[in-house]
């Protein structure tokens, strides 16, 4: 079994005007470490190697340190200037590009969205582009006699998938499995040695600086500000018995919980 | 600050400060109030490396550096001062010494163990009328065949109530060697379970309340004479050795503490609203927040600076001996603003500076008072002159 995790980097703090990543403001994108640790209990579950994938500036290199830390195989960064200023479109083509380049492959793993900008496109665009079944939200992977099943969560449902024949591309959801913690040791040693990050530039996956960056997307991020949440306090009088039930009631109505 | 820390350093914070606020921070103040030993964390930690940091690999340990140790060792005590005391004496006056003068036998037999967190360390110097001079030590191993007859009463011992492996201090032979009288100290290596091995009470400690400090008592314990760590009557030399190393950990301990503080009194001046604006909008609170930031910010980079100079294999010593002294002044000054700006609710249990105004307090007396650091740094500074 071959399984791709595609993380991200993503920038820790609110940007205050020009957003600038820098490895001390970046961290692993959280939602990706649901996608990690599923690849890498599929890889204690049926053997194979796992590849964690990443699009980003240099910087990003460290992210799939930490990956490797965790216990994937391999680091391979997709980097190139020409991918700035990509949309999820461009990002999505570009990471099929290169997960064409890393071919073949049973799983290609994504989390259900980045912390950062919030999209959770360019799992199911990827999917699309490579023209494989792709399930969202999944919770669990089984497999029996040789056919996996693909459990999904969604809106307090509870879907089962059966699935033909790998490869196929899933979304983790943030409650399938408890991330492992990277050892000291393995941390220490993903930094330190000589644990080659392949780095891949655009012709490496052969694409033309047309398709990716800002010549590659047809939506472009115009402003990006905080919104001002006005706060109303209401008081709710009554003994506490009715305060609960009222405040309940509110927050039903508002569909808050239900 | 960053100019001094590599990607490795930075990957090791974010990693142990996402383990220390999941699974440290919300038992904190439970483990603080209770005077309790979170074995379920401890073996978490053991599982990851964090008892054996700077061992090699080949030993069990993590074989990070000085300065991931110091940033380990900060991210722990950011959210409980206690683990972080029972991380940094395990691995700095336990396993250091150990590695570093242990026979490949004793070195095979001890250090795995405690590196996989399997068993913990502690280092027995303080005696009743031994403290800061450890000349006064009067444990005595008197040799009898294959093993040294241990009789030794220990007070303070970090981690003195779950300890393993033992250091003791003590004399060997003294009526017969005069020399030993004052000046030969050696070190045993006396392991928990021995028969004539008992431990005190856990001591009713104002801060640290979670590290099981005791007092271990050997009587007419017997030793087995390869359990001699060093040579005979190189006691002193082992100690000064470990505490090289150890006042970098607790310097470290100091500002993690610290920069607790620091985070908390920003927090809450942000949030606490007096004369109608938050209280950070008062001079007098942004004067607090700005000596407690620039402080932080010193100790810090006297730390790593420290940890630097041991990577680079450089004496770091007297740098270390500095960081020790500011770092837990430091401690004790934020910790104590932090109080002043939660006013009467800081010194309530139900805010988290009260914890760390006690727990910092003692960042003054152990591992070398600041008086003994003074009479240290003071020393070696009129030595260069």
Known sequence: ?????????????????????????????????????????????????????????????????????????????????????????????????????LSPFDFLLFGVCAADSDTGQVGPQTASFLDIPMVGHVTRVESANGVFTLHRQLDGF???????????????????????????????TAFDSAFPITCLDIAAVGLEPRQVGVFGSPTRVLSVKPVDKKRVCEWIQGDPAIQADILVEKLVKAGLVG | MDMLLEEKHRAVRQSV????????????????????????VIEKMGRLGYFGIQVPESLGGANLDAVSYAIIV??????????????????????????TFGTPDQIQKWVPPLARGEKIGAFCLTEPNAGSDAGGIEATAIADGDTFKVNANKVFVTNGGVADTCLIFCR?????????????ISVVVAERGTPGFTTGDLEDLCGMRANPVCSIRLSDCRVPKENLLGKAGNGLKIGLAALDTGRMGIAAQALGIAQAALEEGIRYANQRHQFGVPIARHASIQNMIADMATQVDAARLMVYRAALLKDKKQPFSKASAMAKLFAAETAAKVTDLAVQIHGGYGYSKAYPVERYYRDARVTRIYEGTSEIHRMVIAKSVLQEG
């Open chain 1, 1 to 101: 079994m071959h399984s791709i995790v595609c993380i991200k980097s993503v920038v820790l703090s609110t940007p205050k005007g020009r957003m600038s990543r820098s490895p001390e403001k970046s961290v692993l994108n959280p939602f990706d470490r649901w996608a990690l640790e599923m690849a890498l209990q599929i890889k204690e579950a049926h053997g194979g190697t796992v590849t964690a994938l990443s699009m980003g500036p240099p910087a990003s290199e460290s992210i799939l340190r930490e990956a490797m830390a965790m216990g994937v195989d391999q680091g391979v960064l997709l980097c190139d200037r020409a991918f700035a200023a990509s949309d999820t479109l461009a990002t999505s083509r570009s990471l099929t590009a290169a997960v064409r380049h």
């Open chain 1, 158 to 188: 509870l879907e089962q998938y059966e699935l033909a024949s790998p490869p196929v591309a899933m979304t983790i959801h943030p409650a399938a499995v408890e991330p492992r913690d990277p050892t000291l040791g393995a941390l220490g």
């Open chain 2, 17 to 40: 400060r996402r383990f220390c606020e999941r699974e440290i921070k919300p038992i904190a103040a439970e483990i603080d109030q209770e005077a309790r030993f979170p074995w379920e």
């Open chain 2, 74 to 99: 900060e991210e722990i005590a950011r959210v409980s001062g206690a683990i972080a005391l029972c991380v940094t004496v395990h691995n700095s006056v336990a396993v250091f010494p150990l590695l």
């Open chain 2, 172 to 184: 060997i032979n003294p009526s017969q060697d005069p020399s030993a009288a004052r000046t030969g």
